[in-house]
């Protein structure tokens, strides 16, 4: 316990990088039959939802599969970055130098996973990214794998639709980091091309936005939509401010990725969010046995509904095991890595794969519409666009 407590928030990045590359030739043999597997999540903050639904949904996963894979015991330990980069990265030189593990994986954004990056490819530890969707992400390191999403898988599809279903004029709000850069830039390029107008653009903080006062410049421009982009857990809070500032009666509707109306928050955020159309990449409504199961399952477990992070969580424990069943117990982080690529399965999404050669994602993206069904808020999928790689990179 003393050591761990010498790691503090102020520890430098350069002795962070020198600490791992020093020890890790010295670093003594893990336990034979346990595997460690390290967990960065936004347990507290603004991000905290994305947090809980991916370890609830890693705890769901282990008590349907067990928690024995390849002859080894997987111990899970969860640290708290509160979506904080400088955090991130003092939690992964504990789980990597004091912990011992043989993956990191979660990182509600994408300033966390990029931090953990350096520190992935000096440890030769698989990084597995199970939140964050923008597209460089996998290209930090060689030891980086995602089972998320990326920006531009569901906004390329986003933009084509709006435009080929009569809205000619779109504002534009999206959160001043990364991922909203990725959301807005890949729209616009496939809304204007189908000649669509941007009429208003607004970027907001992604730590505790107010969106009112940018709302009401969206309403006064007019337009037949807004196209939004926050990270999951604002939805809510956004549709509140959305429905105060009059824009539904104004009919203006809202479209984007599915991040906005994430199916853990839907139910609370009132009628005005019925209409959004959204693109995304998982519905607590997909229609799948599987799914249903999945939904049920975790509705018993911990009493409310999974989102798309929780699925994301769910399918990036289950690429950690069948990852550890390939090299039959084998933590070599290499060998570790290549037993991830290519791996294709049935989740509760749909049908997913690992991209061999950029260690993303392929996956269905649904269009989708919030409706009333029995009583609740869903994301009701009316359109399927299969297998759909990271256009981030196709264009490269």
Same mark, same amino acid.
């Given at each position: 316990?003393?050591?761990?407590?010498?790691?503090?928030?102020?520890?430098?990045?350069?002795?962070?990088?020198?600490?791992?590359?020093?020890?890790?030739?010295?670093?003594?043999?893990?336990?034979?039959?346990?595997?460690?597997?390290?967990?960065?999540?936004?347990?507290?903050?603004?991000?905290?939802?994305?947090?809980?639904?991916?370890?609830?949904?890693?705890?769901?996963?282990?008590?349907?599969?067990?928690?024995?894979?390849?002859?080894?015991?997987?111990?899970?330990?969860?640290?708290?970055? +509160? @979506?904080? /980069?400088?955090? #991130?990265?003092?939690?992964?030189? %504990?789980?990597?130098?004091?912990?011992?593990? &043989?993956? !990191?994986?979660?990182?509600?954004?994408?300033?966390?996973?990029? +931090? @953990?990056? /350096?520190?992935? #490819?000096?440890?030769?530890?698989? %990084?597995?990214?199970?939140?964050?969707?923008? &597209?460089? !992400?996998?290209?930090?390191?060689?030891?980086?794998?995602?089972?998320?999403?990326?920006?531009?898988?569901?906004?390329?599809?986003?933009?084509?639709?709006?435009?080929?279903?009569?809205?000619?004029?779109?504002?534009?709000?999206?959160?001043?980091?990364?991922?909203?850069?990725?959301?807005?830039?890949?729209?616009?390029?496939?809304?204007?091309?189908?000649?669509?107008?941007?009429?208003?653009?607004?970027?907001?903080?992604?730590?505790?936005?107010?969106?009112?006062?940018?709302?009401?410049?969206?309403?006064?421009?007019?337009?037949?939509?807004?196209?939004?982009?926050?990270?999951?857990?604002?939805?809510?809070?956004?549709?509140?401010?959305?429905?105060?500032?009059?824009?539904?009666?104004?009919?203006?509707?809202?479209?984007?990725?599915?991040?906005?109306?994430?199916?853990?928050?839907?139910?609370?955020?009132?009628?005005?969010?019925?209409?959004?159309?959204?693109?995304?990449?998982?519905?607590?409504?997909?229609?799948?046995?599987?799914?249903?199961?999945?939904?049920?399952?975790?509705?018993?477990?911990?009493?409310?509904?999974?989102?798309?992070?929780?699925?994301?969580?769910?399918?990036?424990?289950?690429?950690?095991?069948?990852?550890?069943?390939?090299?039959?117990?084998?933590?070599?982080?290499?060998?570790?890595?290549?037993?991830?690529?290519?791996?294709?399965?049935?989740?509760?999404?749909?049908?997913?794969?690992?991209?061999?050669?950029?260690?993303?994602?392929?996956?269905?993206?649904?269009?989708?519409?919030?409706?009333?069904?029995?009583?609740?808020?869903?994301?009701?999928?009316?359109?399927?666009?299969?297998?759909?790689?990271?256009?981030?990179?196709?264009?490269?």
């Amino acid at each position: 316990m003393f050591e761990r407590k010498q790691f503090t928030q102020t520890v430098s990045w350069a002795a962070v990088v020198a600490a791992v590359s020093g020890l890790a030739g010295l670093v003594p043999a893990k336990a034979e039959d346990t595997v460690k597997v390290g967990m960065i999540l936004p347990m507290t903050g603004g991000q905290a939802s994305t947090g809980k639904q991916i370890e609830n949904a890693i705890k769901l996963y282990m008590q349907q599969k067990g928690d024995t894979v390849a002859g080894k015991k997987i111990e899970i330990i969860v640290k708290d970055d +509160a @979506a904080i /980069p400088d955090k #991130t990265k003092t939690a992964a030189q %504990e789980l990597i130098v004091n912990d011992k593990v &043989s993956f !990191i994986g979660g990182f509600g954004v994408t300033p966390a996973a990029l +931090a @953990a990056a /350096p520190l992935a #490819t000096q440890a030769k530890i698989p %990084e597995v990214v199970m939140a964050a969707g923008t &597209s460089i !992400i996998t290209e930090r390191s060689p030891y980086i794998v995602r089972t998320s999403f990326t920006l531009a898988q569901s906004s390329t599809i986003i933009g084509d639709w709006a435009v080929k279903n009569g809205i000619k004029k779109v504002a534009t709000l999206t959160s001043d980091y990364a991922p909203g850069n990725d959301a807005l830039n890949f729209f616009k390029e496939h809304f204007t091309a189908g000649g669509g107008q941007v009429v208003e653009e607004v970027k907001t903080p992604l730590a505790n936005p107010d969106f009112a006062p940018f709302l009401q410049r969206m309403k006064d421009a007019k337009p037949d939509a807004i196209f939004v982009f926050v990270p999951a857990g604002q939805g809510g809070n956004f549709m509140k401010q959305y429905a105060e500032r009059g824009l539904d009666k104004a009919g203006i509707k809202v479209i984007g990725p599915g991040d906005v109306t994430d199916d853990d928050l839907l139910n609370n955020m009132g009628d005005a969010v019925l209409g959004t159309v959204t693109a995304h990449i998982y519905s607590a409504a997909h229609p799948s046995q599987m799914n249903k199961d999945f939904v049920a399952a975790y509705k018993k477990a911990f009493g409310t509904r999974p989102g798309f992070m929780a699925v994301s969580g769910y399918d990036g424990i289950h690429l950690i095991y069948e990852a550890l069943k390939k090299t039959n117990g084998d933590t070599d982080g290499t060998k570790l890595v290549e037993a991830m690529k290519g791996q294709k399965w049935e989740s509760p999404r749909g049908p997913i794969s690992i991209d061999p050669e950029t260690r993303d994602i392929i996956q269905n993206v649904y269009i989708r519409k919030v409706e009333k069904v029995d009583g609740e808020l869903y994301n009701v999928e009316f359109q399927t666009f299969e297998a759909v790689k990271d256009l981030g990179k196709t264009k490269k």
